[in-house]
């Protein structure tokens, strides 16, 4: 058994994590998939193996926000203080480390989530009914 066995994006639509090259609202299906992730319990081994990925969504860090590890990190890799994305980055200020708890106590509804064989949805929904 392998980390990749507990993962919440198991079965689910891999767009979400990988959006087509070709979609403008990229940020879209990342919102998706980036509330999976974070209330995915193997989150850290999923960002670590995917640490140095060019592409797709790992430990709920897109390319850009994992540049944040690297040497010469984007400009605008960091998220705000107060986010469990800047969390992840390594940051455990108080205000990290209280949006990370705050996140831990969210109930998300997974179910909502399209699987690999549903063709049609619509992200803004989905995100609606994830955090219901
Ligand atoms: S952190 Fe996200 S991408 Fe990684 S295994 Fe969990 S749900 Fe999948
Ligand atoms: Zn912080």
Not at 31 to 56: F, I, S, T, Y
Not at 58 to 69: I, K, Q, Y
Request: include cysteine; hydrophobic fraction near 30%; charged fraction near 25%.
């Amino acid at each position: 058994m392998t980390w990749r066995d507990e993962a919440l994006c198991k079965g689910k639509h891999i767009d979400l994590w990988y959006p087509p090259l070709d979609a403008s609202n990229q940020d879209e299906y990342y919102a998706v998939a980036r509330e999976v992730c974070h209330a995915c319990p193997v989150w850290r081994k999923c960002l670590n193996d995917g640490m140095n990925e060019q592409w797709g969504m790992w430990g709920g860090l897109t390319p850009l926000e994992r540049s944040a590890f690297s040497k010469k990190p984007k400009k605008t890799a960091l998220k705000p203080h107060g986010t469990v994305t800047r969390y992840r980055q390594n940051c455990y200020c108080k205000k990290c480390v209280s949006a990370n708890e705050a996140n831990k106590k969210q109930n998300k509804n997974i179910d909502v989530v399209p699987n690999m064989e549903d063709k049609d949805f619509d992200l803004f929904t989905i995100l609606y009914q994830l955090l219901q």
